[in-house]
């Protein structure tokens, strides 16, 4: 009630993350978690949820497909989860599936890669690696659409983050508007719908 009382009607909550590795120092330690247990966590944000789209107000359940499990903060680095599609389905996936069979109105990505899940990319380095959730095909198109049948709004964890923003991921001098087009392609091209970019507006240099 409070969000609608001063005109919000996002709220980019909840959390869904399981919170597995409690060393994770954006989600454990930060307590971004309702839990370690995926069936806590999915009781606890189909309530909040609820509450939310009672009052009109959006959410957004995030990061897909799960931040609970990293050892790095995605804001100045760019975690890896060493994840089977099938583990994740056991844990991470469950509040997700869940939440959408629910109908929430909105799923943010992570900027987390998946070496066991996703498929090896050129960087525009000329290294090799593999691409963010954030910037997956497999992970936004043919897990979360396809596999979990979200049909709702994908949005993008804020991608001046430096998990995507100084990771040389794509042609360009990192932080550069080349760079950040080439960006913005692919994660559009992966199936997201909206680009995050929360930048303070405080002067001309930051609109730039």
Same mark, same amino acid.
């Given at each position: 009630?409070?969000? %609608?009382?001063?005109?919000?009607? !996002?709220?980019?909550?909840?959390? !869904? $993350? !399981? $919170? /597995?590795?409690? +060393? ?5 330690? %930060? ?17 909040? /949820?609820?509450?939310?789209? =009672?009052?009109? @107000?959006?959410? /957004? ?6 931040? &609970? ?24 996936? @469950? ?7 629910? &109908? !929430? ?12 899940? $996703?498929?090896?990319?050129? *960087? &525009?380095?000329?290294?090799?690696? *593999? ?5 997956? =095909? ?13 049909? &709702?709004? /994908? ?10 923003? +100084? ?5 360009? #001098?990192?932080?550069?508007?080349? *760079? ?5 392609? =692919? ?11 929360? =930048?303070?507006? %405080?002067?001309? #240099?930051?609109?730039?």
């Amino acid at each position: 009630a409070a969000c %609608k009382q001063v005109g919000i009607n !996002v709220n980019f909550a909840p959390s !869904v $993350d !399981v $919170d /597995v590795n409690p +060393n994770c120092p954006i989600i454990g330690k %930060k307590q971004r978690s309702y839990s370690a247990n995926n069936e806590v966590v999915t009781r606890n944000s189909n309530w909040f /949820v609820n509450e939310h789209q =009672k009052q009109g @107000v959006l959410c /957004v359940v995030k990061h897909f497909p799960g931040h &609970g499990d990293t050892d790095v903060d995605s804001h100045i680095g760019t975690p890896t989860v060493e994840k089977t599609y099938e583990q994740l389905q056991q844990t991470e996936l @469950v509040p997700f599936e869940a939440m959408i069979g629910h &109908g !929430v109105d909105m799923v943010m990505t992570a900027h987390i890669t998946f070496p066991k899940i $996703d498929d090896k990319v050129t *960087y &525009g380095d000329g290294t090799e690696g *593999y691409y963010p959730a954030t910037m997956s =095909k497999k992970i936004i198109t043919d897990i979360l659409r396809g596999d979990l049948g979200y049909d &709702g709004v /994908v949005v993008t964890d804020a991608l001046e983050m430096d998990a995507i923003m +100084n990771a040389a991921l794509v042609e360009g #001098e990192p932080q550069s508007t080349e *760079y950040m087009v080439n960006v913005a392609e =692919k994660v559009i091209n992966a199936g997201a719908d909206i680009l995050l970019i929360p =930048k303070d507006l %405080k002067d001309a #240099e930051s609109a730039a």
